[in-house]
């Protein structure tokens, strides 16, 4: 596969499910991206991670817990959700994340619903 | 801080038509850059077009160009000979600098664009 994929494609939980989002780029980038798009919202970054290292977190709440094992691959963990959190979460890779411009890639995202 | 506001929630537009979608962005910055993203249905959003501020010259691609006004803060998106792809939604965002800011993107609400055959 090329470019940045996400799984799963669509998502509904109950408030206390603990379920994982997982999001994987296949460009050879070092900065991942979680975003949150809300209908009729700007899109909100959650967390960015640079070299595996946790760069940008935008005071989200504890029950998003952001993983990155490796510069390839990106999760976001969820727990006790609550229903004002279904949206669609998108992932994004650039090459870097200080420095110079550098263009962001974006996945198809993750619709999820929290019932 | 920097926002990006996009005043038009949704637009129609016939095909073969040309359309515009405007965003406005506040910022104290000299130098910058400011985009346009269209996410279709369902699909990965992607970049359309790019412009640095400190180019005076309008980016285009293809049927697409932009209409950026500095001292007015103001970003169009021109789209001519609009195609039943061309449906989407379309985000404009703005990108500082400043080292300190990182690769930070900070993005308009969305405007719904409808193509009408």
């Known amino acids: 596969e090329t470019g940045v994929t996400q799984t799963p494609r669509h998502l509904v939980m109950g408030m206390t499910n603990k379920k994982s989002l997982k999001c994987e780029q296949h460009?050879?980038?070092?900065?991942m991206y979680w975003y949150k798009q809300s209908a009729k919202k700007p899109l909100e970054l959650m967390f960015v991670y640079n070299f595996k290292e946790q760069t940008e977190n935008n005071s989200v709440p504890s029950r998003f817990s952001p993983e990155c094992p490796n510069s390839s691959h990106l999760f976001l963990h969820l727990h006790t959700l609550q229903p004002e959190d279904s949206a669609l979460y998108l992932c994004?890779?650039?090459?870097?994340?200080?420095?110079?411009?550098?263009?962001?890639?974006f996945g198809p995202g993750t619709r999820l619903t929290v019932l | 801080a920097q926002t990006v506001t996009q005043s038009q929630p949704e637009m129609s537009v016939q095909e073969a038509e040309t359309v515009t979608l405007s965003c406005t962005y506040d910022?104290?910055?000299?130098?910058?850059?400011l985009f346009w993203y269209k996410q279709p249905p369902s699909r990965q959003m992607i970049l359309v077009i790019r412009q640095e501020a400190y180019k005076q010259q309008n980016a285009t691609e293809n049927r697409f160009s932009v209409n950026f006004q500095k001292a007015a803060k103001s970003f169009s998106l021109k789209i001519s000979d609009s195609q039943l792809g061309d449906a989407a939604m379309y985000f404009c965002?703005?990108?500082?600098?400043?080292?300190?800011?990182?690769?930070?993107?900070?993005f308009g609400a969305g405007t719904i664009l409808r193509v009408k055959s």
């Open positions: 994004a890779s650039s090459q870097d994340y200080r420095g110079a411009y550098n263009e962001q890639f």
């Open positions: 460009l050879g980038h070092n900065a």
């Open positions: 910022t104290s910055e000299s130098d910058y850059y």
């Open positions: 965002a703005y990108r500082g600098t400043f080292m300190e800011y990182g690769n930070k993107l900070v």
